[in-house]
């Protein structure tokens, strides 16, 4: 599978089909294969923390989750198939394992909300099999309890809704002890499946610019927005850079 480098960070070339078969392929393995989905502000923070771009680096799929990932593919000329969302991944491999033997853990978020996105979930996809959850706010002395339980219920599908980069850091630190086929870094997608938060409407996701809704709903986030614009100066300055 051919890949296509960001600043340093490896992105998949692939379709959200592609994607769904490779997970499928995942869940029938005798690993742990790790799924990360980098946007703008991961590969930023990436440039900044090595560790990170390793652990992003040595995922078994990675896919390209934000527009600016593949804007910015465009502009160093060699384009990606398409925006693969991790929300999208996620929804799409629960509704595909729902008639299937393979289960799912939901961790991260807080409260009740991983529980709440279980229940969601299978009440609409009937069939579908999350066997557990677990909010997000535990500490790390905490982790060998949490993979205790997820090993002893058998899980297939773990999505981690930690936030970047304390969930791809989670999986990566656990990946010897954790017996589940494939992790997912998942940030807010318990929510939006639990309802507590929405994705941006149709129009928003389909002109690239759910990030701008998400800032109109959020304005906090403006801080980390900030990193977009940084991005794809870096991205056009090493274009205009090559072209010398």
């Known amino acids: 599978m051919s890949k296509v480098n960001i600043l340093g960070v490896n992105i998949d070339k692939v379709t959200m089909k592609d994607a769904i078969k490779m997970v499928m392929v995942f869940l029938e393995s005798d690993k742990l294969n790790p799924i ?3 946007n703008p502000e991961f590969i930023m923070n990436a440039r900044e923390d090595g560790e990170f771009k390793k652990i992003l680096n040595e995922g078994a799929l990675v896919i390209p989750d934000g527009i600016g990932v593949i804007y910015a593919a465009r502009i160093n000329g060699e384009p990606l198939l398409e925006r693969v969302p991790g929300y999208e991944l996620t929804e799409n ?5 729902s008639d299937k033997k393979y289960t799912a853990y939901f961790l991260g978020a807080k ?4 529980k709440l996105a ?7 996809y009937p069939g579908l099999k999350v066997v557990g959850w677990r ?3 535990f500490k790390t002395e905490d982790e060998n309890e949490i993979i205790d339980e997820i090993n002893r219920l058998g899980v297939d599908y773990l999505v981690v809704g930690l936030g970047s980069p304390r969930q791809e850091k989670f999986i990566y630190r656990n990946k010897e002890k954790l017996k589940v086929k494939a992790a997912i870094g998942n940030g807010g997608t318990l929510d939006i499946m639990a309802g507590i938060a929405k994705r941006a409407p149709v129009i928003f996701q389909k002109t690239g610019l759910e990030w701008f809704y998400r800032l109109l709903k959020q304005p906090s986030r403006f801080g980390r927005m900030l990193k977009l614009p940084e991005f794809m100066s870096i991205i056009i300055w090493n274009r205009i850079k090559k072209n010398k």
């Open 36 to 38: 990360y989905t980098p």
């Open 93 to 97: 491999i629960l509704k595909e394992i």
């Open 111 to 114: 409260g009740d909300i991983a």
């Open 118 to 124: 279980a229940e969601r979930m299978m009440e609409k």
């Open 135 to 137: 909010n997000g706010y």
